[in-house]
């Protein structure tokens, strides 16, 4: 039977590549029509404002933040998933729920996800209630926001590093363990440094995510300037109001985003060199 | 000689694509009526639930189907080109908004009835809120709606004007700021996190509070009358809509006896019948019972 698949036949390359176009076209026209509209001359009164400045500034810490947080809490999960699958035969059916449970946050429709993080960590909650009575309050506060932008963008690092780490050569870890590399040597040594561009990619897709969340933000941490406002949530406030200042601050987070996932995808080329 | 296999299924996909939108042309028959399309602010989703119901009994051939959002965003919306055939807004200046875009004719808006706002607080109250003096607390959670929505704008102006009260203390609005932990897209979601236990008060719509309470969501804490602010909800067929039977039928029965009632009953203040065009006239005497204590 012969695979067609891939085929080197020029015809066929043509035709899917045209038949490619309108999808690239859904992708780049609105951007396109963003950048057109953007009011440059109205631009540096924007910039100054003080809504503007607070809502970048929450942006870019909790962003921070919550990439911070991806990467403590999510790199021995990848860790662990990587190693799972070396051991080759069938994976477990633990696995298989786990991998599953590192998934739901991205499929979860964003508001839902918010609105099961108030139920669990609001003062009404079973986990917040306890923390509401240690004196830690989360809900309406930037730590909330920290943890809706983590629920979204972690399970993105999480896979990124890990298929960085399994795709480090099982025979290189062999060597290195028969030449008595103990376990933390050999991730340090050897595991860490050749899955750097993996989590490189994952840092950036992290924080892509983490900085355009606006449904889980809006619903678990609120909406207030200067506190919870990050910059998603401002463009839609200004949607509604003013549409320079939303013009403007929807383009800055697309020039974000479009060098986070530049980033990502010069980190995840770096590794393919050698 | 054989096509070559993949040319043949370009071919195929092309041919039925080609084919499709023949097979989808109606008959002649005539196509059931679409939907009039009706934008009404987020607090007046009860009233307008139950209006629909009995417009649809009314005028079963004009079928309707709202969206409701803060009316900021629905102005918002009909400035970017929404097809909406009437708007509802919760205030006079979204309306005047949607006025001078063109969106709508000033000689079309006409007052539907009125709003004032009330303090809504969790069911048990574990808070003790009892008026607006226990705003100002410190253990107080506090949520209201955006000030670019009509009920964030009418909260914004009772703090105001309760800076003047001197049993409020000094500094009464800023205060109480500090304890807002939220302003919400709209007044909806302000109600949703106080009946979550999120928020120990809201400043919402009495209509609002009132909901909460028959539903036994919520209780009801009243603001004095001297402070308290009116809203006008108002009503006009778009621009775009003028002349057409089903929109005009629609705003008509709102402002019938019957759909005043329906206003009316779910707390909003309702003008004696003869009805007049929007203009600044006496305020319409209230005709809503009080119900709902603070828990």
Known sequence: MRRRRGSPAEGSAGITWGLSVPLLA??????????SRVPIAQAGEILAEEPFRQAVRLSLISTAASVALS?????????????????????????????????????????????????????AGPIGGVLAAAGLDISFSLFAVVIAQTFVGAPLFVRAFRAGLEGV????????????????????????????????????????????????TIVFAGSLPGVTQTLPLSVYVALHEDLDRALLMGVLLLGLAVALLGGARLAAGLGKGD | MRMNPLRRKVVLVAALALLMPAGCRRGPASPPPAPMVVFAAASLADAFHELNIAFAQARPELPVVCSFAGSNQLVAQIESGAPARVLVTADEHSMARAVQGRHVRAEAVREVCGNELALVVPANNPARVQGLSDLTRADVRVVMAAPAVPAGAAAAALLSASAAIPTLGANFPERVMRNVRSQEENVRMAMAKVELGEADVGIVYRTDALAAVRGGRGAMVTIPD??????????????????????????????????????????????????????????????????????
Request: hydrophobic share 50%; glycine share 12%; charged share 15%.
């Open chain 1, 26 to 35: 859904l992708f780049v026209l609105p951007v396109a029509a963003l950048i």
């Open chain 1, 71 to 123: 990467i403590l809490l999510g790199a021995p999960l990848a860790a662990a998933l990587a190693g799972s699958r070396r051991r080759g035969g069938r994976p477990s059916r633990l696995l298989v729920i786990i991998e599953a449970v590192v998934d739901l946050p991205t499929v979860l429709p964003p508001a839902v996800a918010g609105l099961a993080l108030l139920l669990a960590f609001g003062r």
């Open chain 1, 169 to 216: 050569d099982a025979d290189l870890l062999d060597a290195a363990s028969m030449d008595g590399a103990s376990r933390w040597v050999r991730l340090a040594r050897v595991s860490l440094p050749l899955a750097g561009p993996g989590f490189g990619a994952g840092c950036a897709l992290c924080a892509a995510r983490a900085l355009g969340e606006f449904g889980a």
């Open chain 2, 226 to 295: 001297a402070l308290n602010q009116r809203t006008s909800v108002r009503i006009a067929v778009t621009a775009r809509a003028e002349g057409e039977p089903g929109p005009t039928a629609f705003v008509e029965f709102v402002l019938s006896a019957a759909g005043q009632r329906i206003m009316a009953e779910h707390g909003f203040v309702v003008a004696e019948p003869a009805l007049e065009p929007a203009t600044p006239g006496p305020a319409p005497s209230p005709s809503a019972p009080e119900t709902g204590k603070p828990g």
